[in-house]
Structure formats: structure tokens, C-alpha cells
């Protein structure tokens, strides 16, 4: 085991493929099948055995809870032969378990990797969050901005009016209060029941999603995942981690963060070149889902390289026997 040996981002890239399409793949038989838990284990375990077949020295820096609170792939688990570089693993096997129980668009198996201690180790709290793609001046719209004000902010900035933009939120009774400012300024919101990972990475493709920003209070981890895609596809991020109880700034304390208002860019969430792939797991706006015919499986990957600003899609067929 040898953190110092080189982070190859574009040896391991397709490795790392591999592994968001096995959990997809692990999971796709139980698309619509109303099992939020056991959809989650099969990508789990699909994405672990993966992993673990992988010359790398991996830790898991975001991962499916703590160590008590999930059987595997918890934080601070380590992955790989142990002969490789030393990585930081961020990874979510499928972002999206209810959408997959109930056959809903943009369930994903998404995992990024970069070099050990290049990843926040985002406690599994709230986290604030505000993103948009690239293109724009750094800090066109800040978390110290209203609502209304980010709209009309990054409408002055694309040049167009309010009722152009369209933000994408999470549907959530908390967001109630913002849904209603964001609309008063008459730009359009696209709600989402689950998936914020993907709600992000639609900001860096505006063109085809039609998603300007995304604004919300969501997951801490999903956060660094999010602010992986973002180092690679190009925009940014901020975040702000909120805490609704001691217990919930005991897991910061434990994870290293002692200022609380600090406000997180894509850079502080990932500081080194990171690789990042994601596999539709049902069909989605980024990515098409996994397709199941008589004798074969199909899925499609997307793969990035923050390093060279590569993005490749991959499509695989697995004949079934």
C-alpha cells in the first residue's frame, strides 16, 4: 500500500467506468419493483466487489452513512488491493432509490476519485447549496443573495430575461418559501423528487437540459459528488453546511470541520484533478437508462476527466446468459 505513488487519473478512468456500470446494471432488475432498500444493496454490493478488484489504495470519503448505519461502502472504509496510489473515493451506487423503485427519470450509479485528500469529508448532514454552469464570471450569484436576487443576477449575466431562467429544486416542504420568491421574479422551476447530483450536473449542460441553477438545501455528500461532475464539466458550486441538532455538528466536528459558516467552492469540496462517472440507471435528461432485452443488457456511461476536460459516453452491451 503506497499513497505516493502517482494518481494516473487516465489509467484508472476506465476502470472506474466499470464500476458505476456494474451497479447500475446490479439494480436495473429491480427498476419499478417498489424495493427502495433492496434496489440500493444490489448496486452496492455490485459497486464494492468492483472496487475492490481495483489497484488503488481507496478510501471511501463519501459513502452510504457511517460505519454503524451501513453494512457497506461506509465512510472511512477502505476499498481496493491496497498496491496502488493512495485515492479519495466520493460515490453514491445509486443516487436516486426511490426514483428507481418507482421508475422515475434521472436514477444514476455515480462515483468519482482523485488523489488522497483531495475530497471534503462532508459530514452526512444538510448543506445549503447553489450552482450554475461554466461560462459565467466567478461568484455571478453568491448564497449571500436572495433567491430572487440569484435569478436576476445570472439573467443580467446570460443576457436574457427572468422568464428565460429556470432553476431546478428539490420538491421539498422546506423549499416552499423559495419556490414561491424564485417564481415571483417569473422564471420557471423544474421540481425534482429525488437526485440532486443529477439536478447539479443539468446546470453544466444548460443547452440540452434546459436547467439555468440549481438552489436548495440537500445532502452534505451529494454536495462533493456534485462539485466532482462541476470540476469537470465546468461551472460552479458553492455550499454552506447546516445543522439542525448537536448530534449533527458532532459528525462535523468528527469529520474535521470547525468553522461552521463557511462557505464551500467546487474547488474547496475538490481540491485535485478528479475523475467522475456516472451510469443511467432509468432513463434521465443526462443520461438514457438501463435497457433490458432478451439476451443482453445495455447501459450508458458518462465518463470525465477534470485534468484534460474530457467527456466521453460509453455505451455498453452485455450479452446475458
Known amino acids: 500500500m503506497s499513497p505516493t505513488i502517482d494518481f494516473n487519473d487516465r489509467a484508472l478512468s476506465l476502470a472506474l467506468a466499470r464500476v458505476s456500470e456494474a451497479a447500475a446494471i446490479a439494480c436495473a432488475p429491480l427498476i419499478g419493483r417498489g424495493d427502495e432498500k433492496a434496489a440500493d444493496q444490489a448496486a452496492v454490493d455490485a459497486m464494492r466487489t468492483q472496487l475492490n478488484s481495483l489497484d488503488?489504495?481507496?478510501?471511501?470519503?463519501?459513502?452510504?452513512?457511517?460505519?454503524?448505519?451501513?453494512?457497506?461502502?461506509?465512510?472511512?472504509e477502505e476499498v481496493g488491493t491496497g498496491t496502488g496510489p493512495g485515492v479519495d473515493i466520493a460515490l453514491d451506487p445509486l443516487e436516486g432509490t426511490t426514483l428507481t423503485a418507482k421508475d422515475m427519470p434521472n436514477a444514476l450509479a455515480v462515483i468519482a476519485m482523485g488523489?488522497?485528500?483531495?475530497?471534503?469529508?462532508?459530514?452526512?448532514?444538510?448543506?445549503?447549496?447553489?450552482?450554475?454552469?461554466?461560462?459565467?464570471?466567478?461568484?455571478?450569484?453568491?448564497?449571500?443573495?436572495?433567491?430572487?436576487?440569484?435569478?436576476?443576477?445570472?439573467?443580467?449575466?446570460?443576457?436574457?430575461?427572468?422568464?428565460d431562467i429556470t432553476v431546478c429544486v428539490l420538491e421539498?416542504?422546506?423549499?416552499?418559501?423559495?419556490?414561491?420568491?424564485?417564481?415571483?421574479?417569473?422564471?420557471?422551476?423544474?421540481?425534482?423528487?429525488?437526485?440532486?447530483?443529477?439536478?447539479?450536473?443539468?446546470?453544466?449542460?444548460?443547452?440540452?437540459?434546459?436547467?439555468?441553477?440549481?438552489?436548495?438545501?440537500?445532502?452534505?455528500?451529494?454536495?462533493?459528488?456534485?462539485?466532482?461532475?462541476l470540476k469537470c464539466m465546468g461551472g460552479q458550486i458553492f455550499g454552506r453546511l447546516t445543522f439542525r441538532n448537536d448530534d449533527e455538528r458532532g459528525r462535523a466536528e468528527k469529520a474535521g470541520i470547525s468553522n461552521f459558516d463557511r462557505v464551500y467552492t467546487r474547488d474547496d469540496m475538490v481540491t485535485g484533478d478528479v475523475i467522475f462517472a456516472a451510469t443511467g440507471v432509468t432513463d434521465g435528461s443526462l443520461l438514457p437508462g438501463i435497457k433490458r432485452e432478451v439476451g443482453a443488457v445495455t447501459a450508458e456511461t458518462v465518463l470525465m476527466r477534470s485534468k484534460t476536460g474530457s467527456v466521453r459516453r460509453m455505451t455498453y452491451r452485455n450479452p446475458t446468459r
Open 56 to 76: 488503488i489504495s481507496g478510501v471511501v470519503v463519501i459513502g452510504e452513512g457511517e460505519r454503524d448505519e451501513a453494512p457497506m461502502l461506509y465512510i472511512g
Open 115 to 163: 488523489p488522497r485528500g483531495s475530497m471534503l469529508h462532508a459530514p452526512d448532514v444538510y448543506m445549503e447549496k447553489l450552482a450554475v454552469g461554466p461560462g459565467y464570471r466567478p461568484g455571478v450569484v453568491t448564497l449571500d443573495m436572495s433567491p430572487a436576487e440569484r435569478v436576476s443576477a445570472l439573467a443580467s449575466a446570460k443576457g436574457c430575461s427572468t422568464n
Open 172 to 229: 421539498r416542504p422546506r423549499h416552499e418559501d423559495m419556490i414561491e420568491e424564485i417564481r415571483s421574479t417569473g422564471a420557471a422551476i423544474r421540481l425534482i423528487t429525488d437526485g440532486d447530483v443529477a439536478g447539479v450536473m443539468h446546470c453544466a449542460e444548460a443547452a440540452t437540459t434546459g436547467i439555468d441553477m440549481y438552489m436548495g438545501l440537500g445532502g452534505a455528500p451529494e454536495g462533493v459528488l456534485a462539485a466532482a461532475a
